[in-house]
């Protein structure tokens, strides 16, 4: 659900006060996740230090469990709604990100190497969650037809007017359709920043007519990118730690391609909030992405986020896609019980 999400940073000597931020952190919310939310900064001194024994989210404690509800196994289709002001090049990011995810030309460690992990899934029946995810239909709504403060409930009436415009609707495909609300950078969502980068759940028939499966992604890159945008920006309460470069040069856009990783992996693993999540609320399950939030790489976990690569200019990604690279949150496997990506070391 992304109610949690979370980047570990990489920092060559962490000073006190991160892992005093970590440590607030697994006190808060017992899961692996870290990303550097502003409620942390208050009272993050005052904890006491506690260094953090988990790596790449490996615990005996998380019990993922299938709760018997549907996941995506036939080929899943990704529709967009652009809300807000959206540059072509910002777009071209995303689409080839999503048309990365199932591309087999890739060089490796790809994005459909970080893909096989969520294919791990499984329904009642036995079947997987599909190798095929497609970029589908795209809709824009540039003029914010419900202006540029959304709320969780005014998300869907957003989603409404794209699957019953007049002209060109979104397809309506709920067993293989995947809805991304995806908004632009002066667009403000109810929790943005203070506990969310995004978010995933379902439409209510009585609002959409139906029931669809969709996510809600906001570019951070004016309000907050030192926490939704993190580790290519750092939030100013944590001093002395430098952003890393990121890899398409745009750190709103590269900050959003993780949490967009995210939704759309937990989408595909419990799209009706009902199949596969850990914790005893569905209120607040924590999914497979929640577990490994701040995780991109080997030995990732607390503030750390493990061993990322480096391309000839610098820039910090741990996978590529089809032309471009990028940065990616692991996912949880639960066939070994950790975290695992397509860079791992060993
Ligand atoms: C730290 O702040 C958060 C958010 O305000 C709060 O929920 C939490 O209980 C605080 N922790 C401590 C130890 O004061
Ligand atoms: C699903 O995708 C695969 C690979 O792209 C394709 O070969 C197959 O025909 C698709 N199946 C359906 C039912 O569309
Ligand atoms: C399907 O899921 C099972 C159980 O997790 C796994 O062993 C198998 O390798 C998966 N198949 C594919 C194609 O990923």
């Given at each position: 659900m992304s109610r949690w999400c979370v980047t570990n940073h990489r920092s060559p000597a962490p000073p006190l006060l991160i892992l005093a931020v970590l440590s607030a952190l697994l006190l808060i919310q017992p899961s692996i996740a870290w990303r550097p939310w502003p409620h942390h900064r208050n009272n993050a001194t005052e904890l006491e230090l506690g260094g953090s024994k988990k790596y790449e989210g490996s615990?005996?404690?998380?019990?993922?469990?299938?709760?018997?509800?549907?996941?995506?196994?036939?080929?899943?289709?990704v529709h967009i709604i652009?809300?807000?002001?959206?540059?072509?090049?910002?777009?071209?990011?995303?689409r080839e990100f999503i048309n990365s995810i199932?591309?087999?030309?890739?060089?490796?460690?790809?994005?459909?190497?970080?893909?096989?992990?969520?294919?791990?899934?499984?329904?009642?029946?036995?079947?997987?969650?599909?190798?095929?995810?497609?970029l589908g239909e795209e809709k824009n709504d540039?003029?914010?037809?419900?202006?540029k403060k959304l709320t969780r409930l005014s998300v869907q009436s957003v989603i409404k007017a794209a699957v019953t415009a007049?002209?060109?609707?979104?397809?309506?495909?709920?067993?293989?359709?995947?809805?991304?609300?995806?908004?632009?950078?002066?667009?403000y969502v109810q929790d943005f920043c203070q506990n969310v980068?995004?978010?995933?759940?379902?439409?209510?028939?009585s609002i959409v007519g139906y029931t669809l499966p969709y996510a809600w992604i906001g570019n951070s890159g004016k309000f907050c990118p030192g926490?939704?945008?993190y580790p290519f920006a750092v939030p100013d309460y944590i001093p002395g730690l430098k952003p890393m470069k990121s890899p398409n040069g745009n750190v709103g856009i590269d900050g959003m391609i993780s949490v967009i990783a995210h939704e759309i992996s937990e989408l595909a693993s419990n799209p009706l909030i009902n199949a596969w999540y850990a914790?005893?609320?569905?209120?607040?399950?924590?999914?497979?992405?929640?577990?490994?939030?701040?995780?991109?790489?080997?030995?990732?976990?607390?503030?750390?986020?493990?061993?990322?690569?480096?391309?000839?200019?610098?820039?910090?990604?741990?996978?590529?896609?089809?032309?471009?690279?990028?940065?990616?949150?692991?996912?949880?496997?639960?066939?070994?019980?950790?975290?695992?990506?397509?860079?791992a070391l060993d």
């Open positions: 615990s005996e404690f998380v019990k993922l469990r299938y709760h018997m509800g549907p996941v995506l196994t036939a080929n899943i289709t652009w809300y807000g002001t959206w540059p072509k090049a910002q777009k071209r990011i995303i199932s591309a087999t030309s890739a060089q490796s460690p790809s994005v459909s190497g970080w893909w096989k992990t969520v294919q791990l899934y499984t329904d009642q029946t036995g079947s997987n969650i599909s190798r095929t995810v497609r540039r003029l914010l037809s419900h202006g007049k002209t060109k609707p979104l397809p309506i495909s709920p067993k293989s359709g995947l809805y991304l609300l995806l908004t632009a950078d002066d667009v980068c995004g978010f995933h759940y379902f439409t209510y028939p926490v939704c945008a914790g005893q609320d569905p209120v607040f399950p924590v999914e497979i992405a929640d577990l490994c939030e701040g995780i991109y790489g080997t030995g990732g976990g607390g503030s750390y986020t493990g061993q990322m690569l480096n391309d000839r200019d610098g820039a910090t990604y741990n996978m590529h896609g089809i032309r471009r690279r990028f940065l990616v949150q692991w996912v949880w496997n639960h066939v070994v019980n950790y975290c695992t990506g397509p860079n």
